[in-house]
């Protein structure tokens, strides 16, 4: 037996119960999953392979800018030092343009030929049986993207389409056609054996976009970041394609690098040429300069001339200084002679070259012998004074010398004097000579310095331009992979698995994003209070009425509701009948429909029911039960004193099941069900039956079913899955907190019994006999 209990008593959120929504629809995901991987199949056998050459170099890390580059040949003076070197300038310079352009055109790439199929193109490289030619294109057809199409006709013969299949005409190999200003023709090459009946598609693209699309899958890194190593590499359907483009990119850098070298090394030759033209003759004016210095100033060695002054200058201050003290000599002799003593004179002060040095020895030694004589003879004697007038005669002869010396002094003085002022002269020349000589000399080994480094120069820029080498080394040439990169067959099927789960599980979800219907007794749970008494799934047969043998889902679930009735009319006084009213929000949520086979199955266990069509506006007992146009309405109406009973009918197929119809449906239904008439009904009916089951009008539209709530024991609150608005669970709510409706109750009606909500209803023997089942979330869950 279900458990009757709370909606509110449940959890906001059932795991279980979510997934429930995604495995009842598990033939979503499995036709998701194979439309998916069909989709996938189709793509990967339409698909054009994608491979990828991979190939590696050593740059040679000694190529700079091109500033750098042009006085290399100077690097040694330490002109731009700050530029260094660097791998990645060597990755932009392979990654060009006109690199890249110069690889085309060596290859014709902007030409490609295609062995049309049906569904299937595939590019034919290299081994193609044809090849089309043009000469002197025009600059129109040269910039605008062309397709042809040809077609084999004959051995000697070709079709030739436009890109708009339009026929330009049927040609011999070799013969000349005229496409939009241009001439062209057709040409067999030695594989045209291989193709004798070909259906080819040639495509012209402009080089520009060729290029430009060859540069943007061409990817250039190095291989780490302390390396030169440059690993290059670059997709393409064609494997022999791409090999052949990145061994020829490096050998057209490799050309470029030698290039530049060239031209950088002729135009330094050229530089250091015309320089050595200009340093010659500087040179010459320089050495010219030099030779009239020296001849204008008389000198060869300025530096070696100035020291012969200087020493020459010396000796002649010191004959000045001792002629002038032998002047101050003979100038104190002079005095002392004057003075006429009788004492000897100083003979070791005057040269003795001159003459007045023997004089003065010849007189000194009359003195002395004339001392001599005094010492024993007196002044008056004849010896002393003969010697007095010899020495008289001597002293005059000293006194003439000496001042002949006098005057000889003088006049080498003067002499001397002369010589040093002029030679002084000469001496302060020499810094001003010193100086100019000083620049004129500092050009001139500039200028031989610089002649000779440029001659120096000339002869290293010669071998270099005799001998240059590639900038890159070759470690490794292209190779394709063997193995397609693109399409990933295991990523493609593995994503196309995933969607095809993922699609319709996002589906479901904005379904129930979107979907703000009841589904399921989850959709009640947190939103009403009211007791529930169960769910009753879709009806699975076409007979409406229950009967006594039916053993389906939907029958065993209404005896759970009439078995869970039993909880709440347990209070019912029993010597009267036990009064159900079931209603609903909107018409055609199936309260007829469980108010007809509730009360049949009531009368299956031997009770006396009562089924009351009070929804008198929109009657439809008629529907599931053969019933007389004349109901309650008609007692409620009549004046002449008819019985209640004259209204009530048997139902054939029930036993113990009688029925009052609606009756004609009135003006005035409010008034009708207000009236005192309707109240002596149910005291009457319910000494005489044992449950009455009272069909009502829908409580969002009329107020009839609140007129009458009074009379009822238990009303059961019908609400129909995928029909009700969750947003209108606020009025059965309501309505039981503000206790309108008595023992208020609710039941979920046409439930899904196959989305695998919960367990399948009944176990019994004989006709519709179902075996309990759990699902396999059930099974997992171990519920």
Known sequence: ??????????????????????????????????????????????????????????????????????????????????????????IEVIKSRSIIEKTVKDLELNYSYFNLGRVKSEEIYKQIPIKIVFIDPTPEFINANHYFIAESISEDQYALYDEASVKIGTFKYKESFVYKGTKGALLKTEYYKNFKDFYFGIQIRKVSEVVENFKARLTAATISKNTSVIELSIVDPVRAKAEDFINTLVVNYNQDAVDDKKYISE???????????????????????????????????IVSEAGLFLESSSDFEKRQIEVETQLKVVSSMLDYIKNENNDVIPANIIPAEEGAASQIDAYNTLIIERNKLLKTAGEKNVRVQNLDRKIEAIRQNVQASLLQLQNNLKIKNTDISRKNAVLSGRISQVPTQEKIFRDIDRKQNVKEALYLYLLQKREETAISLAVTAPNAKVIDNAVASTVPIAPNRRFIYLMAIILGFLIPFVMIYIINLFDTKVKSRSDLEGKLSIPFLGEVPKCEKDNLLIQVSDRTNTAEAIRIIRTNLEFLLSNVNDNRAKTIFLTSTYPKEGKTFIS????????????KVLLIGMDIRNPKLDEYIKVPQKGLT?????????????????????????????????????????????????????????????????????????????YADAFVYVTRANFLDKRMLELPEKLYQENKLPNMSVVLNDTDVNKGYGYGYGYGYGYGQQIEKKSLLDRILKR
């Open 1 to 90: 037996m279900q458990q009757l209990s709370p909606l509110h008593n449940h959890p906001s959120f059932n795991l279980k119960e979510e997934l429930y929504k995604y495995i009842s629809k598990w033939k979503w995901f499995l036709f998701g999953v194979f439309l998916t991987v069909a989709i996938a199949y189709i793509y990967l056998r339409y698909s054009i392979p994608q491979y990828k050459a991979v190939g590696t170099i050593l740059v040679k890390d000694d190529r700079k800018g091109s500033i750098a580059s042009e006085v290399s040949a100077f690097s040694d003076l330490g002109l731009l030092t700050n530029v260094k070197s660097n791998v990645d300038n060597e």
């Open 596 to 607: 007809v086979n509730l009360a049949s199955i009531i009368a299956h266990s031997e009770r």
């Open 634 to 710: 008609n007692y409620l109406t009549d004046k002449n004193g008819t019985k209640i009973e004259d209204y009530i009918v048997k139902v054939g197929e029930v036993q113990n099941l009688d029925v009052l119809p609606s009756g004609i449906i009135p003006p005035n239904p409010a008034e009708l069900l207000m009236s005192d008439k309707l109240g002596k009904i149910f005291s009457e009916l319910q000494q005489k039956y044992d449950y009455i089951i009272v069909d009502t009008a829908p409580v969002s539209l009329v107020s009839d079913t609140l007129i009458i709530a009074k």
């Open 267 to 301: 135009n330094t030759s050229k530089f250091i040429e015309q320089r050595l033209e200009i340093i010659s003759d500087e040179l010459k004016d320089v050495e010219k300069e030099v030779e009239d210095f020296k001849k204008k100033n008389h000198v060869t060695d």
